[in-house]
Structure formats: C-alpha cells, structure tokens
C-alpha cells in the first residue's frame, strides 16, 4: 500500500511535470475509481485548468489548480502515478489519463481499483471532511509528545491511526519503531522523553530517506527492518530473530532482543 514516502514521489513527479502549465482535460478509463464526480465532469473542470501547484497531506495527494475545483488523489492499496510520453503506450491498469500539453499524460493507474480521483472546492476543508490528523512530517517533537501522552492506543495502533497522525502505514511504522528501538505493543503514553525523541528523530530520518531512494525498497539501507519482513528472519543488527504480530487486523514486524521495553 502506498504510504507517505510514496505520495511524496508522486508528488514531487506531478509538480516537475505539471506546475504551470495547463491541462488538456481528463480521459477516464474505468469510472470505479471516481469519487463525487463524473467522467464528463472531471473532464470539464481540469480542461484549461492552469496547475499552481501540489500539496500532500498524510496519503492524499492534491493538484491546487489557480481557480477551484482542485484535484484529489488517494492511492488506495495499489496506486501509482506515472509520466508517459507522447509516444509511450498507457500501461495495464490505467484507470485515468491527465492529459499536459505536447502529448505528455500523467497516468493514475490502479490495479485493484481501491484508489479514488475526485475534485475538491477547497483543500483545507477536504482534510477536514476526511477527519485526518495532521501530517506525521508536521508535528514537531512537543506537538508528538503530547499526542502520544493522550492517547490510550498503542504505539503502532496510534500512529497508523490516520485520524490521529496521517501518512505512516504498516511497512513504515514498522521500520521506525524498528530503528528507534521502541516496541510497537507498548502504550504510547508511556514513552519516556528520550523514546520520544528517538521517535521524532527517525520518523523523519526513515521517512526523508525513503523519499530520497524513491520509495524503492531495493535502493534502502540494507540494514533496515523492510528487507526482513518475515517470521525468524534474521535481525539486520543481529539481535535474533524477527516475529510477527497483529495490530488491528494488520501484520507487523519486530525484534523482540532490540525493540523490548524499549521506552
């Protein structure tokens, strides 16, 4: 499933491609992924409809156009978005085609069709009306603290709670408790000062350097929980093994010699 680094490629590849420039219109393939609009309406909104711009907020991705409406992209379990060329042929699973100038398109494509492409008046209000929590990148270390020292959750429950932190899925918050030592069952209020800032301090260095790598696990530090996801796998620090756990329906990783009672 995509996560935050992965939108945040996305992003950056929609705002090199389209920033200032105007689009041509939509060309819908499969209607399924659209949410509160039509095939003709999305069409007619983005046709002519200068982009000013792009912002990510938690996994939601948004095209802020220079007058409303805006574009909404959500990635679901397997979205991506791809640049095309004139001359490149759409690949498998194109659901929607936004069309640049010079015959260049911006291709949503979804395989299992769980992603949504809408439009939004207002931006702000769309984050909002999906009751997000802010942006995991947003918080500074005062304002995680104090999210975590409310809450009842545990670690991983809370921070793969998109209504209270937005942006960490199941892979990435694996990996952060992973380098920051931290065991994913204990409850978040229970963080020590130190735990917290080690959660503050990897969350953006697992995070940015994600980023940075593409979000393609084969160009990560091969030190790093994501290339052992798997019962009895060997630690990458070689700490034991690894197991597996439930949180919420979701499996998850840790290492029990590196990560216990480590608050």
């Not at 945040?8 to 491609?17: S, T």
């Not at 220079?66 to 001359?87: E, K, N, Y």
């Not at 209504?163 to 899925?169: E, F, K, N, T, W």
Request: positive net charge; hydrophobic residues 40%.
């Amino acid at each position: 499933m995509p996560e935050l680094p992965d939108v945040e490629v996305y992003r950056q590849r929609l705002q090199n491609a389209a920033r200032g420039r105007t689009l041509q219109g939509a060309r819908v393939y499969d209607g399924q992924v659209l949410a509160g609009t039509s095939a003709r309406a999305l069409d007619r909104a983005l046709r002519g409809a200068r982009v000013a711009g792009t912002r990510r907020h938690g996994k939601a991705l948004y095209a802020v156009m220079h007058r409303a409406p805006h574009l909404r992209l959500h990635f679901g379990m397997t979205g991506d978005l791809v640049l095309a060329g004139a001359d490149d042929r759409d690949p498998g699973h194109t659901r929607v085609a936004f069309l640049l100038p010079a015959g260049r398109r911006l291709l949503f494509v979804d395989q299992r069709k769980l992603g949504e492409v809408g439009l939004v008046d207002d931006v702000d209000d769309d984050v909002a009306q999906h009751d997000l929590g802010p942006d995991v990148l947003d918080l500074d270390a005062a304002a995680l603290a104090a999210l975590l020292r409310g809450s009842g959750a545990g670690l991983k429950a809370l921070l793969t709670d998109q209504q209270q932190v937005a942006g960490l899925g199941n892979i990435y918050t694996d990996e952060v408790l992973f380098q920051a030592r931290l065991d994913p069952r204990a409850p978040a209020a229970a963080l020590s000062d130190a735990g917290v800032g080690r959660l503050f301090r990897q969350t953006h260095r697992v995070l940015e350097r994600a980023v940075r790598a593409d979000a393609d696990p084969a160009a990560m530090p091969r030190g790093w929980l994501l290339h052992h996801r798997e019962d009895s796998a060997s630690c990458p620090r070689g700490n034991g093994e690894i197991r597996s756990f439930s949180v919420g329906g979701r499996r998850g990783y840790w290492c029990p010699a590196c990560q216990e009672g480590g608050t």
